[in-house]
């Protein structure tokens, strides 16, 4: 199984590394991320709880030694940030800023470090407070509270997005939101303190999940779909190798338009099936149908290759979710309804293609998973 893995990784490992010195001009001109997301469980009543960590930096090169806030468009902004945060009925979203000079990034692989927080593939640790004053103040986009973390992890299934991850096509700084997704299915495990209230990270049950993102706007729309805890209705037992990965929006290549495209990646017990633009060879299509109500998002995807087909119906309730913000390079908050969870559930069909019909695999029920959408 995990030699099957290995084989549909991208072994370039500076992907997953610093990307705004690629180009001279993402450096005034871009933002770069490390997204960690996991599920704890409370060490008061046992239950469990999805959090985010981001490891974050926006045109550094423009004031490296001190903050620059957006305020909605004031400026362009410049800083590095800690954004983290938690979904539930008391979801919350923190950030911590930083001068530029304060973070630190390898170029060969992901090592990250802003003031004292720190992240690399197998370590994170750090501590974001945002007092009630601070959060008062909108040019922070921030709620108030406190976290702080001290994790190690254990990347277990990879995507390699595809050509556009590519050294030869970094450095042309073509595409306008790149993703990798070097942890799909990521174990964590250590401890989580939110507002004073400790949570262990358990492997086996922490459900994990990192990425990265980079370029000069973000997608619209946005769109993002990750499960790593999936029960087979075939044999009703929990399957431990099997993740999903959805992501994509409107790409725009040199600037023009190429439509919505979606990425989709599936694991089933360690083996990939993977619907992709980027890969031609697999003859792949992939169909979004995304609605909101007043009280839920749903995600509806078909997707099919020569070998394979997916069919997701997810949901998630918009009051154990968030709006996340992101302040774009030249400013401007613009996804001003990008609706993130941690709770999104939902089903997978899963079928195998055999003398040109689809036979049905197995129907799993998918739970914690994260989501987005946003449109404007």
């Not at 994509?248 to 083996?271: C, D, K, M, N, P």
């Amino acid at each position: 199984m995990f030699s099957l893995v290995a084989l549909n990784f991208n072994r370039d490992t500076a992907v997953n590394a610093y990307r705004l010195d690629d180009t001279t001009s993402l450096k005034t001109n871009g933002y770069d991320w490390w997204w960690h997301n996991f599920v704890a469980v409370s060490r008061v009543d046992k239950s469990l709880r999805p959090f985010f960590i981001e490891y974050y930096i926006i045109n550094p090169g423009l004031t490296p030694d001190s903050v620059t806030l957006g305020c909605d468009g004031k400026n362009r902004p410049s800083y590095a940030m800690m954004k983290v945060g938690t979904w539930g009925k008391d979801a919350v979203q923190l950030h911590n800023f930083y001068p530029p000079a304060q973070f630190k990034a390898s170029h060969e692989n992901m090592e990250v470090s802003i003031g004292s927080n720190f992240a690399n593939d197998t370590q994170l640790k750090g501590s974001v407070h945002v007092s009630e004053a601070d959060s008062a103040r909108p040019e922070f986009f921030s709620d108030a509270g406190s976290i702080s973390w001290d994790l190690t992890a254990n990347k277990i299934l990879s995507f390699d997005t595809g050509y556009a991850t590519r050294k030869p096509f970094r450095s042309t700084n073509l595409l306008e939101m790149s993703w990798f997704v070097r942890g799909m299915k990521t174990e964590y495990s250590g401890t989580v303190t939110f507002n004073n209230q400790i949570y262990d990270v358990f492997p086996d049950r922490s459900y994990g999940y990192q990425d990265k993102n980079w370029g000069t706007e973000y997608t619209n729309p946005w769109i993002w779909l990750s499960c790593n805890k999936f029960v087979s209705r075939n044999t009703r037992q929990q399957l431990n190798l099997t993740s999903l990965d959805v992501g994509g929006g409107r790409v725009r290549i040199g600037g023009i338009s190429v439509g919505t495209q979606i990425l989709l990646a599936f694991y089933y017990e360690g083996v990939l099936h993977e619907f992709s633009f980027t890969n031609p060879l697999l003859l792949s299509s992939v169909t979004p149908i995304i609605t909101q109500t007043d009280t839920h998002v749903t995600w509806k995807i078909e997707a099919k290759n020569i070998n394979s087909k997916v069919e997701l119906d997810f949901s998630a309730e918009k009051s154990l979710g968030l709006k996340i913000n992101y302040e774009s390079p030249d400013g401007n908050i613009k996804h001003k309804n990008l609706h993130n969870f941690g709770y999104a559930k939902g089903t997978l069909k899963f079928y195998t293609k055999s003398n040109f019909s689809y036979i049905l695999v197995d129907t799993l029920d998918g739970d914690m998973g994260g989501a987005e959408y946003g449109e404007y």
